[in-house]
């Protein structure tokens, strides 16, 4: 690729692997890495090993593993992001990524979805949160979680 679009360095703080963390139901992974020469963000995540403590509804619909792409529309400086995952979902979200917030949304009759993410100031952890809605305008948290990333191996 000639030249990178500037908006695509925002996503570098992402690259690398991350511990997800969903309280009450347990920890997975992410791993985020660019392709395509920088063109698209590809992000993967799965589970080790469902923990028996989990929560019956996440061990009956556990999307593990999970695969997005994420690119950009150089005109309007804003990600789509593609996902597919193990139970046969597929979906196409739109997503923004600037000062040290994240965000995700998909408008889809009776199940709308958005994602808001904080980056911490050193880069290395992300709080955020899925919503869901019925009708666009009244959101409930469908649930937390938190990205960080493992201690650096000395």
């Known amino acids: 690729m000639e030249s990178r679009h500037p908006a695509l360095s925002r996503l570098d703080v992402l690259v690398g692997r991350w511990t997800v963390h969903v309280p009450g139901v347990g920890s997975a992974w992410a791993d985020f890495a660019w392709q395509d020469e920088g063109a698209y963000l590809r ?23 999970t695969t997005a792409l994420i690119g950009l529309d150089d005109a309007t400086e804003q990600f789509t992001m593609l996902y597919a995952d193990a139970r046969g979902v597929h979906r196409v979200y739109q997503m923004t990524f600037a000062g040290g917030e994240w965000r995700i949304w998909r408008d889809a009759p009776g199940f709308n979805q958005r994602f808001i993410g904080t980056l911490s100031p050193d880069g290395d952890t992300i709080e955020a949160r899925w919503e869901q809605s019925k009708d666009g305008m009244t959101w409930d948290l469908d649930f937390e979680l938190t990205y960080s990333r493992p201690p650096a191996r000395s």
């Open 43 to 65: 992000q993967v995540s799965d589970i080790d090993a469902m923990p028996d403590t989990a929560p019956q509804a996440w061990r009956d619909n556990a999307p593990f593993p």
